[in-house]
C-alpha cells in the first residue's frame, strides 16, 4: 500500500526527525511513554515496519500518531489501526484524527491499540468504541539489580526464547488477533525474550514488545502458580532496563496475580489505557 506523506491534518516525520519528535515527548511523560518507546524501538532495532506522523501544527498542537497501530487487522491495511498520543490534558486534539479525510476512511472501522483513556473518551464524540479492553499502565522506576534463579527446581531452566519457539507464544497469546506471529519471530531475533522450561517444555514466556514494554508473560495452564512469572519478570526488567528504557507493562485490572506480581518488583500505576475497535456513529 502506498505511504501518504501528508494528510489534511498530519504529514509523515521523516526519519532523520524522530529522534527529535522522541526527545520532546519526554516533557510528556509518563503518558507519552510506550510512544516514546515506541520510537526508540524502532530507531534502535526497526522490528516492524511503522510511519509516524505528527500534527501540521507540531509541536504547538503536540499530537502524534503511528501508523500500522499493531501488527495484525482484518484487511491488513497500515491506516486500518492507529496509536496515538497527545497529553490527556489537550484531548481536544484527537478532533484532528476524526477529521483526518486523507490518511483514514473515516466510513470504516479503525482498531486503536491501547491509548490513554482520555483519548479514547474524545474519540466516542465521533466513534463507538467496541470490544474495548482497559489495561493499566505499571512502570519500573528502579529496577532490580540481581536477577537470582536459585530458587529453580533442578529440572527447570530460564533461557533465552528463539524463533521456534514463537509459534508457541503466539498460539497462547491473547491478543494474538492484534499482533501477528511474524513480529514475535522478530521481536525474539532483535529483544529479549525468555521462556522457562520445565523438562525441556515451555511452560512460561515473556518477550520485550516493539514499544519498549515487556509483553507477553503467559504461563501454559498446568504449569500456573508455581511462581515461575516472578523469576521471568525480574529477568527482563533487569534487560529492558540495561537496554536503556523504562520497563513498563500494561495490566488489566481484574489481573489481580499479576499487579501483585509487579508491584513486589516495585512497578507502580501511572495511567489507564484502553484498546478498541471504533466504528464511526
Not at 18 to 24: K, R
Not at 34 to 40: N, S
Not at 171 to 182: Q, V
Request: charged letters at 25%; hydrophobic letters at 40%; proline letters at 7%.
Amino acid at each position: 500500500m502506498e505511504i501518504v506523506p501528508e494528510g489534511k491534518n498530519f504529514r509523515i516525520v521523516p526519519e532523520d526527525e524522530l529522534q527529535a519528535v522522541a526527545d520532546f515527548l519526554v516533557r510528556y511523560m509518563p503518558e507519552s511513554l510506550k510512544f516514546h518507546q515506541t520510537i526508540q524501538t524502532y530507531l534502535n532495532n526497526k522490528v516492524w515496519n511503522f510511519h509516524f506522523y505528527v500534527a501540521k501544527n507540531w509541536p504547538e498542537d503536540p499530537i502524534c500518531l503511528h501508523f500500522p497501530g499493531c501488527t495484525s487487522t482484518p484487511n491488513s491495511q497500515i491506516y486500518e489501526s492507529v496509536t496515538v498520543f497527545c497529553p490527556s490534558a489537550r484531548a481536544d486534539l484527537v478532533d484532528l484524527v476524526t477529521s483526518e479525510s486523507i490518511l483514514l476512511d473515516l466510513t470504516q472501522p479503525l482498531y486503536l491499540n491501547f491509548t490513554h483513556e482520555a483519548i479514547v473518551n474524545r474519540f466516542e464524540k465521533r466513534y463507538e468504541a467496541h470490544d474495548k479492553i482497559t489495561g493499566d499502565v505499571y512502570a519500573c522506576d528502579n529496577p532490580p539489580a540481581d536477577v537470582d534463579t536459585d530458587g529453580l527446581p533442578p529440572d527447570v531452566e530460564l533461557v533465552r526464547l528463539q524463533p521456534e519457539h514463537m509459534k508457541a507464544v503466539h498460539d497462547l497469546y491473547p491478543a494474538s488477533d492484534i499482533e501477528c506471529r511474524e513480529v514475535f519471530e522478530k521481536l525474539v531475533a532483535e529483544l529479549p525474550a525468555y521462556g522457562i522450561f520445565v523438562e525441556g517444555q515451555l511452560a512460561a514466556w515473556m518477550v520485550q514488545s516493539y514499544y519498549g514494554a515487556m509483553f507477553s508473560m503467559q504461563t501454559r495452564p498446568e504449569f500456573r502458580r508455581k511462581g515461575y512469572g516472578i523469576y521471568l519478570a525480574r529477568r527482563l526488567t533487569k534487560e529492558v532496563a540495561a537496554r536503556g528504557y523504562k520497563p513498563f507493562v500494561v495490566i488489566r485490572p481484574e489481573n489481580d496475580a499479576s499487579r501483585s506480581l509487579y508491584t513486589k518488583l516495585g512497578f507502580e500505576k501511572r495511567f489507564r489505557t484502553v484498546r478498541a475497535v471504533l466504528r464511526p456513529r
